[in-house]
Every structure is written in C-alpha cells, then in structure tokens.
C-alpha cells in the first residue's frame, strides 16, 4: 500500500484559511458539494467581511450546520495551532494571504510574513499534531505562476523560478518550505502552483475586475474614466470556479505533488479591455487613461502556462475559456450596476470607487 493511503471516514473534515477571498468561497462550495464539513478561519475586522460565504452559513446551533468558522491570523501561530488542535482536520488548503502584487511592494514584511512565515507557522503545527494524534493531515499551500516572474513562457513545474516582487518572493519560500516538510518529515503536503484565476467574485483592485466593474459603470452613466497601468502584461486567465477542482484533486492522490494549474491560453491586458468594452458596445480607448501609479516597481511581462501534468494525472482541465470568464463576469457586474444606478436614481447615495483603487 502507498505511504498516503487514503483512509476513509464518514465525514472528512477541511480547514480553510482565507475562507473570506475569491478561492476560499468556490473551495468552500465545492467541498460542501463533496460531503466535507468545511472549517474556515476568519480574520476580525471592525466590518463584515464575510460577504463571499454568507450564501453558504447556517446557524452553527443547528444540527446539520457543515460550515464553521474560527477567528485567526496567519501571524498569530498559536493560535493557528489551537484551531488544528481543535478541529483535527483531514485537510488543510491554506489560501490566506495578501494577494496583491503592487501592494507586496509598500508591504513587503506584513507580505512576508503572512505569505511566506504564515505557511510555515502551519506546517510546524501540522507536524507537531500529525506526530501526537498519528492521524495525517493533508496540506495544500496556494503557491502562484507569480513565482516564475521573469522566466520565458510557457512555464511548467520544470521552469525555474525568477519572482520579481515581496509578494512572488515570500511564495517561493513557503513552497520551498512545503517541500522540505514533505521531504524531511514525510507530510502530505503539496504546492498548487496556480496561474490567475478570475470570476464574478475577484476583489476589485485586481485588473480584470477593475476593468469589469468600471466599463459596466461607464455603460450605466456612473463614471467616464479608467485608470490603468501597464496594458502590455500578458496573463493566463481561467475561471476560479476550474481552479478549486484542482486544489482538492491535489489532495486526493496516493503520492503528494506539486502541479501548475494554467488554461495555456493567455492574453493582454488590451486584450481583456478589448473583450469587455466590446460586449458593451464601447470603445475603451475613449475612457481609460495611465496613470503610472499602477505600475510596479518590477513587473511580470509574460505568463503563459504549460498544465501538461495535471491534465494527465489529476484528469483535470478548465471548463470556462477566455470569452465566457469575460462574459460572465461582464454580466454580474452590470447587473450591479445597474442596481447602484436605480438606488442613485431613488436619492440613495452609493459610492463606488471611481477609478477602483488607491
Ligand atoms: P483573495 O481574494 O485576496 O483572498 C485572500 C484571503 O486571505 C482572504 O480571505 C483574506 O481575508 C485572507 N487573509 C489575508 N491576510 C490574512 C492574514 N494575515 N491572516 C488570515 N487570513 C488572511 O485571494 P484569492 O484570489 O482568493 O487567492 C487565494 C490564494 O491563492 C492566495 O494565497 C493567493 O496568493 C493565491 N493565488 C491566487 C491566484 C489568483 O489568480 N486568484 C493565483 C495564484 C495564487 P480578508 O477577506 O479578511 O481580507
Ligand atoms: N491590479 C492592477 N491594476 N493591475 C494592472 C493595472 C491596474 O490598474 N494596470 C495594469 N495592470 C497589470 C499589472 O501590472 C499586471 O501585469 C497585470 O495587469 C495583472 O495584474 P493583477 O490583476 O493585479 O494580477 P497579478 O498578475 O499581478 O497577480 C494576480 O495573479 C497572481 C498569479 O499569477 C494575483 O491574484 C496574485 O495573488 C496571483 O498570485
């Protein structure tokens, strides 16, 4: 029998970090979908930011209540350790971070800290439960095309990483770290090295979501100009709906890897403002302006990924391509803006960030 042979239980137990973001929703969704009961950490804020899930709670006082949350940090280890302790997960997809690449520049050690120390505070707590209960605790770290920065596309598992930002740089440490847990210790623990990923969810500071929400609010009356950076940056898009079926794949297999989850089509930034004002019957070109603030200090030109692997060994492949991720998410954010535009019209007064971010 392999070294992971899966058990079986009735019901399997996950632990989410970052269960409020755009992957920790679709994740939690697709696990309840499988019979898991879905454990999150949450981190306390002075608002709700549990908007991306409260689709998904139940009343914990009710009996058949699968999703619980916990409050927690990725910089606070004991208290990380007292969740694993409590819960005794079957698995852990630690998907916590701050996620933004321009921001990883005027935060470099917060980023450092939670990306990079934050995946190691939980292995040590992993490792030192595993140990005492003999029970194994599967773990998938997020890791990210990010990593390979400047190498040449199309990038695989084989491409040697080159990060060119805090953010890239603590994500190759904590890959590095899953790697040699599993090495030294004998973890299931495995790095899903994902390329973008988008949907009707991603946070607004992102540029194809950016880019959504201001052309369908340029369309409604309720802005005339974007603000970009650079639009020559080429991506591979996929939908984070495909995304997350990989991420349990990952886990489920007899020997835990490492595999890059890509599309292998990828686009411009042009490209996406093309796809977007085109659907709505605009002309980008007559609304959105630079504005050098949204470039970074070093900048990741070309992302293009070669999934060979997990098409073959995990059977997986996206399901959503370019045009409908754009359509889709065209679509969700028309419809809010065309809500915003009848609150306006009803004396309600809405602000949504004009140029969608700082
Ligand atoms: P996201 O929407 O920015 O979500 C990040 C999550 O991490 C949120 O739940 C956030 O909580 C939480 N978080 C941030 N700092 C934390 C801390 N100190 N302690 C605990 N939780 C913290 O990101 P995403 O797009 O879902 O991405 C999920 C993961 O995949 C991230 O690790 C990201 O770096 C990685 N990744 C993403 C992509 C992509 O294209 N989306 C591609 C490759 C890798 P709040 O809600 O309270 O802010
Ligand atoms: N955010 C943003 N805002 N990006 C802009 C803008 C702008 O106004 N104008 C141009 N861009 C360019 C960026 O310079 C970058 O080349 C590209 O658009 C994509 O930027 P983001 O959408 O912010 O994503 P990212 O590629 O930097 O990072 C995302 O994908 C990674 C995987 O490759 C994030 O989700 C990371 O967490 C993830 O690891």
Do not use: C
């Not at 490792?127 to 990210?144: K, L, N, P």
């Amino acid at each position: 029998m392999p070294r992971h042979a899966r058990y079986s239980t009735n019901m399997r137990k996950a632990l989410i970090t970052g269960i409020t973001g755009q992957d920790g929703s679709y994740l939690t969704e697709h696990l309840l979908s499988e019979g898991y009961e879905v454990h999150g950490i949450v981190r306390r804020a002075s608002t709700f930011n549990t908007d991306r899930i409260d689709h998904l709670y139940v009343d914990p006082h009710k009996q058949d209540a699968r999703l619980l949350l916990h409050y927690g940090d990725l910089t606070d280890g004991p208290a990380l350790r007292h969740v694993i302790e409590q819960i005794q997960p079957d698995e852990i997809y630690n998907l916590a971070a701050q996620s933004h690449v321009a921001v990883s520049f005027q935060q470099p050690e917060y980023t450092a800290d939670v990306d990079g120390v934050g995946a190691l505070r939980l292995l040590e707590a992993i490792r030192d439960v595993q140990a005492r209960t003999g029970r194994e605790i599967r773990y998938y770290q997020a890791g990210t095309s990010e990593m390979f920065g400047a190498a040449p596309p199309p990038q695989s598992e084989a491409t040697p990483f080159h990060p060119r930002s805090p953010y890239a740089a603590a994500k190759v440490m904590a890959y590095h770290l899953v790697r040699n847990y599993r090495e030294a210790y004998g973890l299931y623990a495995v790095t899903g090295i994902l390329f973008n990923h988008e949907s009707e969810r991603r946070g607004e500071t992102f540029v194809t979501r950016k880019i959504t929400r201001a052309a369908t609010r340029i369309k409604e009356g309720l802005q005339d100009k974007l603000y970009l950076g650079n639009l020559d940056a080429v991506r591979d898009w996929g939908h984070a709906e495909d995304y997350v079926r990989a991420m349990h794949l990952m886990l489920q297999q007899d020997e835990p890897r490492d595999f890059v989850v890509a599309t292998g089509e990828s686009h411009t930034v042009r490209e996406f403002l093309d796809a977007t004002f085109g659907l709505l019957d605009l002309n980008w070109q007559d609304h959105v302006e630079f504005d050098p603030r949204y470039l970074r200090p070093a900048e990741v030109e070309h992302l293009h990924g070669d999934a060979t692997k997990a098409r073959e060994a995990l059977n997986w492949a996206p399901r959503v391509g370019f045009n409908e991720l754009v359509s889709r998410m065209v679509n969700h954010d028309l419809e809010l803006a065309r809500q915003e535009k009848t609150l306006r019209e009803a004396g309600h007064t809405m602000t949504a960030r004009q140029s969608g971010d700082i």
